[in-house]
């Protein structure tokens, strides 16, 4: 009788283990539902939001040319990020449209197509360096649906987003200069519609 006791309780022990561990695997998994729709894991910028900018200009991109609209904005001296909203309005959307950072010399650049398509570039001394060329990425929205362009720039590192999702990293210089607006006319003429600009800093280190 007393060995059949003991079983009885080792038993009863491990069940009630058993019981607060599902209990403990159900709050954590509905505390990180919780923590993923509230936005708790979602990337951040550098920094507080500097500056917006919502008046930006309207690009019409004819046939096979390349244009860059530089805007009055300067980069910051500390890390920062920069995002960037834009739609492809009317016209082929065999297009490119995106953002640059730096001058018409040294500059990095990256841009989206409606068709699906990405492509991140460095323009070094005038001499352009593809890091990442044209190709397809499931996060773009096609057609004539908005695309978010987000990247941030760190001490020798820079980090590229596409509609927050993560698209590419690498080791690069911090970039100066200001913000530039892209459009690559690589089928027939397009008019792209640049929405919002945002820019956040970093503090300054003390």
Partial sequence: MGEVYTVSMVNGEKGKW?????????????????????????PRPVGPLQTELTDLPVL?????????????????KEAYSVQLTAVSVTGATDTGFGLVLGNE???????VS?????????RKN???????????????????????????VRPDEITVRI?????????A?????????TGMGLGETAVIQFTTLKLYTAPPKS
Avoid: C
Avoid at 126 to 151: D, G, S
């Fill in 18 to 42: 058993l019981l607060w561990a599902g209990v403990i695997l159900s709050v954590t998994a509905v505390s990180v539902l919780a923590g993923i729709m509230a936005g708790v894991f979602d």
């Fill in 60 to 76: 019409n991109v004819p046939q096979g040319e390349e244009q860059i609209i530089w805007l009055e904005t300067p980069l910051p």
């Fill in 105 to 111: 010399t040294n500059l990095w650049g990256t841009a």
């Fill in 114 to 122: 409606p068709l699906g398509y990405v492509t991140i570039w460095q």
């Fill in 126 to 152: 005038n001499h352009t360096i593809t890091q990442l060329p044209w190709q397809t990425w499931p996060h773009i929205r096609l057609a004539n649906a908005p695309n978010e362009i987000w990247v941030d």
């Fill in 163 to 171: 509609n927050r999702e993560f698209l590419w990293q690498g080791s």
């Fill in 173 to 181: 210089e911090h970039i100066s200069g200001k913000i530039g607006l």
